[in-house]
């Protein structure tokens, strides 16, 4: 492209050819080229908005560079129906083999900005194939190239826009989820200076499903309304569906199931009209499991055995592995448990395929990205971080065993020598406490609570140490836990002390020994550590941030913003034992059994004057949002 050419001439130093010569062969060509340059700047905002017509006009552009032979236009005419074809079926074969034609024939050299447009089409290719890692080389090879031009104008800003919001997209599939906001930051910081509105609305809703995963669902929710706000305003279908979808599915996800199958409706009524067997499927994944979460089984394994058709019609490995979890889950429920085994086959199957991406991501950081060119050392990289993982593993393994012999050992060869001096020294104040004087009464004292304390710890500890070994997960009503602790506090305590439950409390799925535990530490420290004439103690439960988020509050001494955090380490203390007692271990089990179900536990300051202790249950994992 002449344009093109001249601007990167300006831009990089890079192009050989004067610019006369340029201009004279242009104006001799027929039609005149400036004319074409309308054309395909016309051509790629169709692309962008994803208009169909697009076809008709790249052939023009097809004809006149073949007609004038014009190489630059004929990779321009290569390229752009590439990209119209990926965007109607991502998996196109033809779309595949046409961008790795223009990748074949630009000069990268006289070209930059066009070579890493290909690149970043050829990531887009790649990532719709489900070769993530392809696809993250060739869309590095394009931020190299543009992020290389010292002086950058409206359209490379663009550009750069949407090849961050690419590597972004990528990335949602890997472990590295601070990598993701970081290059959705760059996406959105470039898309509001080129001031596209359909790419700030595809960076938004990419927030969105960042903030989502993260369960910050009101967050999310703000940015899926701004991003469908700015789909409306440029009208592109694809842009309205997918904001549509993933409205939806975070409706499922805060259990709003009417409001959230009207979006995923909406979604799906549009992708009919765009015919686009992939992005159908997809939207028939969300609406299945809605259905599932929702228990009306039949209608969810409707949807799920029509996008399994959908996907694999389409030729892409993105999604079908969700696809065969929950037709298992729904053969098993609807008792068909032959089905529900072959579709578990098939779902470990893709399961190991698409960890594949996540292996290979797990030995690159933000640092090395930019060297993907360089296989050697990459390859090098990967054997020494499975090596290394290897190593831990070991490490880990040995750790497990350390930790149940000592176990072992406490349970038996510490607490029996103790429980022995305990008793003897017990023996011996009864015998000569006549003959004690008042001193030495104080220093037997000081031996047998010592011994209390030392078997109070021990015991402590082989607790915290058994929340790892062995779990058994039931259903778990909180509402008869709560009741069985106040049942069985002292009758001195549940005559001085106020417990309510100020909202009916879920059934969940957990080991009911550890949760019994968290709750009986919780509640007894807010009564314990309380100088009021009357403790209260209130726990409440409302759904939201991924799950049942439980608060127990108290009007108790509470706890300073600064140790917060600190009172979940083992062994730390903020009161002498003079004070209170205790041993320091309680609060670390507390975290240790909610980190174990994947959960969450904090301090905040409660509106009775103590403190607010709130936790989070979460719910099981959810298929991943359109983006």
């Not at 093109?4 to 004067?18: L, P, R």
């Not at 578990?344 to 797990?362: G, L, S």
Request: glycine fraction near 4%; charged fraction near 25%.
């Amino acid at each position: 492209m002449f344009r093109e050419e001249f601007m990167n001439a300006k831009i990089s130093g890079m192009v050989n050819i004067s610019t006369q010569a340029v201009t004279s062969h242009a104006e001799n060509a027929q039609g005149g080229w400036h004319n074409i340059e309308l054309l395909l700047d016309k051509i790629r905002e169709m692309n962008l908005e994803r208009k169909p017509e697009v076809k008709e006009l790249i052939e023009q552009v097809r004809e006149w560079a073949e007609n004038n032979n014009h190489e630059v236009y004929k990779i321009e005419a290569i390229h752009e129906r590439a990209i119209y074809l990926l965007w109607i079926n991502g998996t196109d074969e033809e779309a595949f083999n046409l961008a790795q034609q223009a990748l074949n024939l630009v000069n990268a050299y006289t070209q930059p900005l066009l070579a890493a447009r290909i690149n970043k089409t050829m990531g887009m290719a790649f990532y719709y194939k489900g070769i993530y890692l392809k696809s993250q080389e060739y869309y590095l090879n394009a931020l190299r190239l543009m992020e290389s031009f010292p002086q950058k104008n409206d359209y490379i800003i663009e550009e750069l826009a949407r090849t961050y919001y690419g590597l972004a997209i990528l990335h949602d599939l890997s472990q590295f989820n601070e990598l993701k906001k970081t290059y959705l930051g760059k996406a959105l910081e470039y898309a509001l200076q080129s001031g596209k509105k359909g790419t700030i609305s595809r960076c938004y809703n990419a927030f969105a499903v960042y903030y989502a995963k993260q369960k910050e669902f009101e967050i999310a929710l703000n940015y899926y309304q701004k991003s469908l706000d700015l789909a409306l305003q440029v009208g592109e279908k694809n842009m309205l569906a997918v904001c549509y979808n993933n409205l939806g599915s975070t409706h499922v996800e805060l259990k709003q199931f009417e409001k959230g199958i009207e979006y995923l409706n909406q979604a799906l009524e549009i992708k009919i009209q765009v015919g686009k067997a992939s992005a159908i499927g997809f939207t028939h994944i969300h609406i299945g499991k809605a259905f599932f979460d929702w228990g009306k089984y039949h209608d969810s394994l409707t949807h799920f055995l029509e996008a399994e058709k959908l996907i694999i019609s389409a030729g892409t490995k993105h999604e079908i592995h969700t696809c065969y979890d929950y037709i298992s889950k729904i053969f098993a429920q609807l008792n068909d448990f032959e089905s529900a085994y072959l579709y578990q086959k098939k779902f470990i199957e893709k399961a190991n395929e698409n960890q594949n991406f996540h292996t290979a991501a797990a030995i690159l950081d933000a640092q090395t990205k930019f060297e993907l060119d360089k296989k050697e050392k990459e390859a090098e990289l990967l054997r020494q971080k499975n090596a290394e993982i290897e190593r831990y593993a070991q490490r880990l393994e040995n750790s497990n065993k350390e930790l149940k012999q000592f176990a072992h050992i406490a349970s038996h060869d510490l607490k029996e020598p103790l429980r022995m001096v305990g008793s003897y020294v017990s023996l011996l104040e009864k015998k000569i406490s006549s003959r004690l004087t008042a001193d030495e009464s104080v220093y037997m004292q000081f031996i047998l609570d010592g011994t209390k304390r030392m078997y109070s710890l021990i015991n402590d500890i082989l607790e915290i140490s058994k929340i790892n070994v062995e779990t058994h997960v039931r259903e778990v009503n909180l509402n008869l836990v709560v009741y069985e602790i106040i049942h069985n506090l002292a009758p001195e305590v549940r005559s001085t002390a106020d417990i309510l439950v100020q909202s009916s409390l879920p059934v969940i799925e957990a080991d009911r020994t550890q949760i019994l535990q968290l709750f009986q530490n919780l509640i007894s420290n807010a009564i314990k550590y309380n100088k009021s004439e009357r403790p209260r103690v209130e726990i409440s439960c409302q759904n939201g941030n991924g799950g049942c988020e439980i608060t127990i509050e108290d009007n108790g001494i509470g706890i300073a913003p600064e140790y917060r955090e600190k009172v979940f380490v083992i062994f730390q203390r903020l009161h002498s034992r003079n004070e209170f007692s205790g041993t320091g271990v309680g609060l670390a089990i507390c975290k240790k059994i909610v980190d174990n179900m994947n959960g969450k536990i904090w301090i905040e300051r409660s509106d009775l004057g103590g403190s607010a202790f709130k936790f989070i249950l979460p719910k099981k994992s959810e298929p991943s949002k359109e983006i």
